[in-house]
């Protein structure tokens, strides 16, 4: 939605928009919470201490799913149209491309794996930026939450600051505005953890939300529109080290790439290979 009213020339800019709303906070929470009103303990200086951690592989992770090539499939990768082939072929760019590929309307491109178009990376999701989206969200979360629990142990002080007596003044309105604040902070924490987790459960089947979105539709209309996308599914181990590498070191990190190429893809037999198979040892 919010693309739609957005002005074309300014959607380029989403990610530094998005990293100036999150500074705000940021330094909001550091200067009115940190500084002005909590006794700085140790556990107070450990939840500040992970949030600017997070902030930082924030910035970093959206810097990378922004700027990062997400699977573009190059337009001199030449084939002909084949009616009965047609999902393997893109009629907008004109080009044969491989399989759990899209085109993306906004990028006017076909994208191996393609997950989605975020507006807020101003940038397709596929192969190759995937694992750094989950990390905007993961990190994201994480400096939502340690916002939420420095603003609790602060939160007595606040209410006392507001209700001290019967005058407005420029503190009270301050207290108002970080206990606002810290409410938002655990909405909004409780919102990117959803989608991150949403985002985890698609890559532990090896299937991305466009895949999901068929599945739902198949199974609404009672018809099968498109492969069996189970044959992707290796098992979680394979599934998640693919997007996120076998280095756990590097999980949390927004570098690296995926396993594959994004071209070729390993697959199990489908389950009406398997009935054929086994009707085949049975006769």
């Known amino acids: 939605m919010i693309a739609e009213v957005m ?12 990293s100036f709303l999150v500074l705000i906070i940021y330094f909001t929470f550091v200067n009115f919470v940190f500084i002005q009103v909590s006794k700085q303990t140790l556990i107070e200086w450990i939840y500040i201490s992970i949030g600017t951690f997070s902030i930082v592989m924030l910035f970093w992770a959206l810097y990378r799913t922004s700027r990062i090539d997400p699977g573009f499939i190059p337009k001199d990768t030449l084939g002909e149209y084949d009616e009965n082939k047609q999902r393997d072929y893109c009629l907008q760019c004109r080009i044969k491309r491989p399989e759990r590929s899209h085109h993306c309307s906004k990028c006017k491109r076909c994208i191996l794996n393609m997950d989605h178009h975020c507006v807020w990376t101003a940038n397709c999701i596929g192969l190759y930026n995937r694992k750094y989206f989950l990390l905007i969200l993961f990190w994201g979360s994480i400096g939502m939450f340690s916002a939420t629990l420095l603003g609790l142990m602060n939160i007595e002080a ?11 003044d420029l503190s009270k309105v301050k207290a108002a ?3 606002l604040m810290t409410f938002s902070q655990f909405l909004n924490g409780l919102g990117l953890y959803y989608f991150f987790w949403n ?4 890559i532990a089947v ?15 209309t009672q018809r099968k529109y498109h492969t069996d996308l189970t044959i992707y599914n290796l098992g979680f ?9 076998k280095n756990p070191l590097l999980w949390l990190i927004p570098i690296g790439a995926p396993i594959g190429d994004g071209y070729l893809w390993d697959k ?6 398997m009935v054929e198979t086994t009707l085949q040892f049975t006769e």
């Open 7 to 18: 002005p074309d020339f300014l959607k380029k800019y989403f990610p530094l928009i998005l």
């Open 158 to 168: 606040l209410w006392n600051r507001i209700w001290e007596n019967d005058s407005l």
């Open 177 to 179: 505005f970080i206990f």
């Open 199 to 202: 985002n985890f459960k698609l």
């Open 206 to 220: 090896n299937i991305c939300t466009l895949d999901q979105m068929i599945l739902e539709i198949e199974a609404q």
């Open 237 to 245: 181990w394979y599934n998640f080290t693919f997007y996120f590498g």
């Open 268 to 273: 199990k037999a489908s389950s009406r290979e």
